[in-house]
């Protein structure tokens, strides 16, 4: 008679053979897990062997109580593997902590190997479903890493959901610096971020508009150091973002009261603004000193960052600015139009790219055509950009504003990566059902913007009746939802238009 055990995963727990006498080294079965906690943590260097058998002790433990909340014993590992990483673990000692857990405590072929087997003898039974229902089961669970099982627990810690958001930060910081021996690091975020994004679900989130007089002086700290799209330099230049026009808005979990998770920016405006300076002026400047007199026409998102790293991948932003949309339009209904004025981070290295290799070999039909009646040559338009001239020098603006729109636009709009948008922004609002609607010259010249993308800046225009039809469109059919007059100026050709864009 086949005998089916019904937990199979703690018996591949108890089979590890690091839980012998390592763990016994750490801490007993009769003792508290705090008193043993000492000796562990006053060892010096990294102690590979002791590393592991405090993982199996956390996964053992937990697995042994069932998963049930406050059972102080399995509690007790938990903590003490929280400790362990937050106070004694060196940062350089973090890839090989990520490697044991990521490798050792994944997913356990010889469990898959087994319960493989026991599918093949009961699939063919028709007399035993209760068995193969169980065995399927079992087989379920032995595709899953061991390590998810530390998850859940850790999360329901105090402050343990916020320690899994910055453990997986650090992963992925790991994960960029050694991308080509990442694999097993990969899944274990993958997996973590899957985890975060069921936790982080938008219904659980609490929008919040931030205010200078009523916001703490430690939550408009962190909104100010979080802020990469347009950095804020000061408290003063912080303060600019709440004036009478300004709006500051913020996901917020429960778990998590004092941590804005996304910030957005708003500007409230009598027109689409084609340059930063005309939302976020200069103290000299005339904007500065005119301000919008009359009704506001247009909301206009500015801004948009996240300050957890390790939310990264978790849909947050795009849920945001559709709830400040219809927060806006519900508190201001003079408000109209939903825009953005958005960078395009990478335009400038892909350009200086494109432009290197057109030299060095046959160019590509794409620079044939966009320099066909361009005043600019390819080999002084490499020149321009490679020696920053165009950043201090607007002379040649007359010759390298239509080339360079032009070559910005066929970048956001026919430039792909597995049939998405290649730029980044633009497929985030993309993918959130914005139109590309404009591509503005010179629209944000600080020394940032210029050595990213020339200075420009786009507009995407958010029609909220129209998100859901653009985001199927894009996500499903990969076609660009992108206003005539931008595509129409590439001279792609009817049919290639229809390919590629919402017509």
């Known amino acids: 008679m086949?005998?089916?055990?019904?937990?199979?995963?703690?018996?591949?727990?108890?089979?590890?053979?690091?839980?012998?006498?390592?763990?016994?080294?750490?801490?007993?079965?009769t003792e508290s897990l705090s008193g043993a906690a000492e000796p562990f943590f006053s060892s010096t260097g990294f102690d590979e062997a002791k590393v592991k058998a405090l993982l199996t002790n956390a996964i053992r433990l937990q697995a042994n109580s069932g998963g049930i909340a406050g059972s102080v014993y399995p509690d007790e590992a938990l903590t003490f593997f929280v400790r362990y990483y937050k106070t004694s673990l060196a940062v350089e000692e973090r890839p090989k902590f990520f490697s044991i857990l990521s490798e050792h405590f994944g997913i356990q072929e010889?469990?898959?190997?087994?319960?493989?087997?026991?599918?093949?003898?009961?699939?063919?039974?028709?007399?035993?479903?209760?068995?193969?229902?169980?065995?399927?089961?079992?087989?379920?669970?032995?595709?899953?890493?061991?390590?998810?099982?530390?998850?859940?627990?850790?999360s329901r810690?105090?402050?343990?959901?916020?320690?899994?958001?910055?453990?997986?930060?650090?992963?992925?910081?790991?994960?960029?610096?050694?991308?080509?021996?990442?694999?097993?690091?990969?899944?274990?975020?993958?997996?973590?971020?899957?985890?975060?994004?069921?936790?982080?679900?938008?219904?659980?989130?609490?929008?919040?508009?931030?205010?200078?007089?009523?916001t703490s002086a430690e939550l408009l700290e962190k909104v100010m150091e979080n802020?990469?799209?347009?950095?804020?330099?000061?408290?003063?230049?912080?303060?600019?973002?709440?004036?009478?026009?300004?709006?500051?808005?913020?996901?917020?979990?429960?778990?998590?009261?004092?941590?804005?998770?996304?910030?957005?920016h708003v500007a409230l405006m009598e027109k689409v603004p084609s340059k930063l300076?005309?939302?976020?002026?200069?103290?000299?400047?005339?904007?500065?000193?005119?301000?919008n007199s009359g009704k506001p026409q247009v909301g206009v998102f500015y801004s948009i960052s996240a300050t957890k790293p390790g939310l990264s991948g978790i849909e947050l932003g795009n849920f945001l600015i559709k709830q400040v949309a219809l927060r806006l339009q519900g508190v201001n209904p003079s408000v109209r139009e939903l825009v953005t004025?958005?960078?395009?981070?990478?335009?400038?290295?892909?350009?200086?790219?494109?432009?290197?290799?057109s030299l060095e070999g046959p160019p590509e039909k794409f620079f044939t055509e966009n320099f066909r009646d361009a005043e600019f040559s390819r080999e002084a338009l490499l020149e321009a950009l490679t020696s920053n001239t165009f950043l201090v020098d607007d002379s040649h603006d007359t010759t390298l504003k239509p080339i360079l729109l032009k070559l910005a636009a066929w970048y956001l709009a026919v430039e792909k990566r597995r049939n998405l948008a290649l730029d980044p922004v633009a497929h985030f609002h993309l993918k959130n059902g914005a139109w590309l609607s404009s591509v503005n010259w010179r629209s944000d010249n600080s020394t940032l913007r210029l050595s990213q993308s020339c200075g420009i800046m786009v507009n995407y225009t958010y029609k909220l009746d129209d998100v859901l039809t653009n985001n199927k469109s894009y996500l499903l059919d990969h076609k660009l939802a992108v206003e005539p007059h931008v595509y129409k100026a590439l001279d792609l050709g009817e049919d290639r238009e229809k390919e590629l864009f919402i017509t």
Not at 169 to 186: C, N, T
Not at 279 to 291: L, M, N, R
Not at 345 to 354: A, D, E, I, V, Y
């Open 110 to 154: 010889t469990d898959v190997d087994k319960h493989v087997k026991l599918w093949g003898k009961v699939k063919g039974d028709p007399s035993t479903p209760e068995a193969r229902l169980r065995v399927l089961s079992g087989l379920a669970q032995s595709t899953q890493p061991l390590y998810a099982s530390l998850f859940l627990p850790l």
């Open 277 to 291: 300076m005309e939302i976020v002026p200069a103290e000299d400047s005339t904007h500065a000193k005119k301000g």
């Open 157 to 214: 810690l105090p402050n343990g959901l916020e320690f899994l958001v910055d453990l997986r930060g650090d992963l992925l910081e790991l994960i960029r610096s050694k991308p080509q021996h990442a694999f097993h690091l990969r899944a274990l975020s993958n997996h973590l971020r899957d985890r975060l994004a069921e936790w982080f679900n938008v219904g659980l989130l609490r929008l919040e508009e931030l205010t200078w007089s009523r």
């Open 2 to 29: 086949l005998r089916l055990s019904l937990f199979p995963r703690l018996q591949t727990i108890r089979s590890l053979s690091l839980w012998g006498s390592l763990s016994s080294s750490l801490y007993s079965s």
């Open 227 to 264: 802020e990469v799209v347009h950095p804020i330099s000061s408290w003063v230049d912080l303060k600019k973002r709440f004036s009478r026009d300004k709006r500051v808005f913020a996901f917020f979990h429960p778990s998590m009261p004092s941590q804005p998770l996304v910030v957005l």
């Open 341 to 357: 004025l958005s960078p395009l981070p990478n335009f400038r290295s892909w350009l200086l790219t494109k432009l290197t290799k």
